[in-house]
């Protein structure tokens, strides 16, 4: 399955909102659960990645509800409402229905 | 705390072998999956393998099936990847993430990570 990510870069205001879209080749639907396999991370400059989003919409532990997942099928976002300086860094789709595969990542940067 | 600490890392020839491990403290080993994901220096983020609570499922990528090899031991807290005939295109950080369940689905959190350089 392959994941894209768009845009390639972002520079957002603090304050303002940021949103990030992924698309997969395939349905990340799970027949059984109905829950969609897409999940989001982070990678702050110089860190390893943290689990923000996992199936389409779940926030992970210690997560500011600023972060939202949203989407389904094969079209994902991720919004945050009002974006903060410690929010800088590249995003990460990756869905895991089938043997994973991450998307490209998004930056994101501070005006 | 949840603690996972990577080793093994290094340079080594096209070809080579090389053996990672992961330490893993704070929380109950067992009773989670676990992955390997790896990052070349500047690049993204690609999925290499995971593995279920009981070892029962494992799963690898495309271009590492066949070459590598992931297994744990639960009485020592212990994750590893056997990384045979490895490629230049191999060079990369590797990270050891926890799954958010007992089954190799989501990783949910990452140690530092441990560098493999493979060239001649």
């Known amino acids: 399955i392959v994941m894209t990510q768009s845009p390639h870069s972002l520079a957002v205001t603090p304050g303002e909102p940021a949103s990030f879209s992924c698309t997969s080749s395939?349905?990340?639907?799970?027949?059984?659960?109905?829950?969609?396999?897409l999940d989001w991370y982070l990678q702050k400059p110089g860190q390893s990645p943290q689990l923000l989003i996992y199936l389409g919409t779940h926030r992970a532990a210690g997560v500011p509800d600023r972060f939202r997942g949203g989407g389904s099928g094969t079209q994902f976002t991720l919004t945050i409402s009002r974006v903060e300086a410690e929010d800088v860094g590249v995003y990460y789709c990756m869905q895991d229905l089938e043997t994973p595969t991450f998307g490209q990542g998004t930056k994101l940067e501070i005006k | 705390e949840v603690q996972l600490v990577e080793s093994g890392g290094g340079l080594v020839q096209p070809g080579g072998s090389l053996r990672l491990s992961c330490e893993a403290s704070?929380?109950?080993?067992?009773?989670?999956?676990m992955h390997w994901v790896r990052q070349a220096p500047g690049k993204g983020l690609e999925w290499v393998s995971g593995i279920a609570w009981n070892s029962a499922t494992t799963d690898y990528a495309p271009t590492v099936k066949g070459r590598f090899i992931v297994s744990r031991d639960n009485a020592k807290n212990i994750l590893y990847l056997q990384m045979d005939s490895l490629r230049p295109e191999d060079t990369a950080f590797y990270y050891c993430a926890k799954d958010i369940s007992s089954t190799m689905t989501t990783p949910g959190y990452w140690g530092q990570g441990t560098l493999v350089t493979v060239s001649s």
């Open positions: 704070g929380f109950t080993f067992d009773d989670y999956g």
């Open positions: 395939h349905i990340l639907l799970h027949e059984h659960n109905g829950f969609d396999y």
